[in-house]
């Protein structure tokens, strides 16, 4: 069969536009851990401590290394319970700065100041790890700049990194959040289509219900998310009902009008023991496989 310059051309263009839609980049789970254990090497990273400054050096490095744009949201906050000012610090690392059409995604790097819920009395008032809660979600986060910046994604990325997530105390909310409290109350500019939190990811028994508030107040993104999810094999994924869980993704809804949901897996034990804000939250209950269906479903979400 002989074909003329042209229509050869043409099928050519057309072969290439089909394999294009077809390819997307792919997410390194061992690489994405690599972040995670990272982190954790800085020791804990709650706010004002030593592992918290070395941690700010290192995830400002990161970025800056693959976003287009990374800016620094620098706050204060005076803690009343031990008369201390403490000094924090959202990172916002962007890329296609200038396209309008955007999305969020987004995770807090701050650690918890004490293991509350610890078994052991003995280390209740000692600062934890944080490897699921606090260094999981920036892994996914850190691996995904790496792919944008290798794969430039088809809208406006904005990745943050929210300070003072976990620094509260139970029943006392004013003082948690405070990162993405201080970003949606000064939020200005254009909104995102859409946000995402993702916090405590990194369980090696991952599964990630349906957060009660993201299904209420943002159903249809829930859906959109899950539908990614089924379509990267990210089984972890599960089309139930979980609990009301308050995280970051409320105050981006109640102060910017955000539409944010949140992925979290708030169920995060071992044989019946807890290891929320427990010193039990290290590397060796998170794996490579957590963050990997996390990441390939968000790249299945922006690349689709």
Known sequence: MKLSVSAMLSFLFVLTLFSCGGNKPDFDGDSAFGYLVKQCDFGPRNPGSRGHKNTLNYLLTEMRTFADSVKVQKFSHFDKRTGISLDLTNIIASFKVSDANRVLLAAHWDTRPRSDQDKMPSKRNQPLLGANDG???VAV????????SE??????VDLI???GEDFGEEGDLDRYFL??????????GQKPKWAIIIDMVGDAELELPI???SFERNKKLVEKVWDAAERAGASQFKRRLGSYVQDDHLMLYEYAGIEAIDIIDFDYTRGGINLWHTSLDTPEMCS??????VGRTLIELIYE
């Open 135 to 137: 260094a999981s979600g």
């Open 161 to 163: 990194l929210f300070d």
């Open 141 to 148: 986060l850190l691996e995904l700049a790496k792919v944008f």
């Open 211 to 213: 957060e009660r508030y």
């Open 179 to 188: 990162g993405s409290r201080h970003f949606a109350k000064n939020f200005t």
């Open 288 to 293: 490579p496989a957590s963050l990997a269906a």
């Open 151 to 156: 794969n430039p994604p088809p809208v406006g």
